[in-house]
């Protein structure tokens, strides 16, 4: 004997899953570049030409909101920290030696370091769905940066991109500043300080959000036309 009420319930779940799994995939499909010219639902409201970042970034760097806040006193913890150790390895090494550290933590080390620096913007952008990731660098504005081409980027997605060289360096070094022997602390503690100055430009970025707070903000960057573009949705 067959149950009418079973039958019925199976044929309505074949029918109601694929509409149901459907609208699933949609609400998780990115936006196009396409997609944010319907003046309808969007409307730009920034356009920057690579060759004017420095510009941006020194205007919205010294925007005071509360993400600058946080990001200028850890720049003074950092040299905090740098002006410590400084004080407390002075009279046990040769001024040679402290010499060569101050070195490596000023120059050396930040610009070996430039290359992890970006895949650390990579690796996010790629878990974020980016796929066309290219590297670049502007040596007129000392600038060297991580771009998508044509990939729309919302604000949870270009935060968690910005933040993980920030994070994930100033962690580890931290953790080597106070296991390592003295003057390892030295120039590490000053990397660290150094570090956090060049994350200035990612730092002015996810502050344009903050002063956008409460609003849906997309960014895509065109690589050939070397322009960054920012959408508001409607």
């Not at 003057?183 to 503690?189: A, E, I, P």
């Amino acid at each position: 004997m067959v149950d009418n009420q079973s039958c019925f319930y199976e044929l309505f779940s074949l029918q109601s899953s694929p509409k149901k799994l459907n609208l699933k995939k949609a609400s998780f499909m990115a936006l196009k570049v396409e997609d944010l010219e319907d003046q309808s639902k969007y409307r730009q409201i920034l356009k920057v030409p690579y060759e004017e970042m420095v510009t941006f970034v020194l205007d919205f760097i010294r925007r005071r909101t509360g993400l600058m806040v946080f990001y200028w006193s850890a720049c003074m913890v950092f040299l905090g920290i740098a002006l410590f150790v400084r004080i407390n390895i002075s009279g046990y090494f040769p001024f040679k030696n402290i010499f060569m550290h101050t070195l490596l933590g000023l120059i050396i080390i930040p610009l070996v370091y430039i290359p992890v620096h970006e895949l650390l913007h990579i690796i996010p952008y790629y878990f974020t769905g980016a796929r066309n990731i290219r590297i670049g660098m502007d040596l007129s504005q000392y600038m060297f940066y991580v771009t998508a081409h044509r990939y729309v980027a919302n604000e949870k997605q270009f935060r968690f991109v910005a933040l993980v060289p920030f994070i994930l360096t100033s962690v580890v070094i931290l953790f080597l500043v106070l296991y390592l022997p003295g003057l390892w602390k030295w120039s590490l503690s000053l990397f660290l300080f150094m570090h956090a100055t060049m994350c200035a430009g990612d730092f002015a970025m996810l502050n344009f959000y903050s002063i956008h707070n409460g609003k849906k903000i997309y960014t895509w960057d065109d690589a050939d036309e070397k322009v960054a573009y920012f959408y508001e949705e409607i």
